[in-house]
């Protein structure tokens, strides 16, 4: 595949569709290949992890607790969470096939995509949906294996308002913290709570204070981790 059509499959991916032209390019240029073939591993569950990578063709397989929670196909991207927290991997991956990936390293990542807000606030989105697909899997999983006690979400939600009251979040910031995790703009937020964008802003400091976090993927991560 030419840098000409890295730059065309690039501009189809959700978190890089609003990136200029200077930076789709210095991804295309910069980021490197890697060619997978049937069952090889991507990562191990807990590896350290410096890189993302976006599926080029092929299929990836990601396996958590010996359990598969997700199918990626072109288009489609895995590892984002260790450039943006510098955390290990959550879960193993696997080709399905022989696969090939577009690698983005850490310093890349921070350098062309870091200094966008909307391309962070993309990746949020799809981290998101991801938890809830992987809530039905797990599920689905402890129905079929007749688990004893309540439901995962019910298990999220009270893990959810337990960090939210151990924190000392008022109702109003509990609320913002909610939909910041449903990958809501601060504009989004503003119109569904009838708040300006400014409260928005200030509810947001003093949740970033109490949870001791500065962004919002770190809370995102700290709610579903």
């Not at 910069?30 to 993302?52: I, T």
């Not at 962070?120 to 599920?139: H, P, Q, V, Y």
């Not at 708040?195 to 928005?200: D, E, N, R």
Request: net charge negative; proline share 1%.
């Amino acid at each position: 595949m030419t840098d000409f059509s890295y730059i065309e499959f690039l501009c189809e991916i959700d978190f890089l569709k609003t990136l200029p032209a200077e930076a789709l390019n210095s991804i295309a240029d910069e980021c490197r290949l890697k060619n997978l073939e049937n069952d090889e591993v991507l990562f191990e569950d807990g590896e350290e992890g410096s890189s993302m990578f976006i599926i080029l063709s092929g299929e990836l397989v990601v396996w958590k607790h010996e359990t598969e929670i997700a199918r990626r196909g072109a288009g489609e991207y895995l590892g984002e969470m260790a450039l943006i927290e510098s955390k290990s991997r959550s879960a193993k991956v696997v080709a399905s096939g022989d696969s090939c990936l577009l690698e983005i390293n850490q310093q890349l990542f921070h350098s062309q995509l870091a200094p966008y807000p909307d391309a962070l606030l993309a990746i949020m989105k799809t981290l998101s949906n991801r938890a809830r697909e992987n809530l039905k899997i797990f599920d689905k999983v402890e129905s079929q294996m007749d688990v004893l006690g309540s439901r995962k979400g019910d298990r999220l939600e009270t893990h959810v308002n337990y960090l939210m009251q151990e924190a000392g979040l008022t109702q109003r910031e509990a609320d913002v913290a909610r939909l910041i995790c449903e990958g809501l703009s601060d504009k989004e937020i503003a119109k569904k709570l009838y708040l300006s964008q400014h409260t928005v802003k200030d509810h947001l400091k003093k949740i970033y204070s109490k949870f001791r976090v500065h962004a919002r993927s770190q809370l995102v991560s700290l709610m579903y981790k």
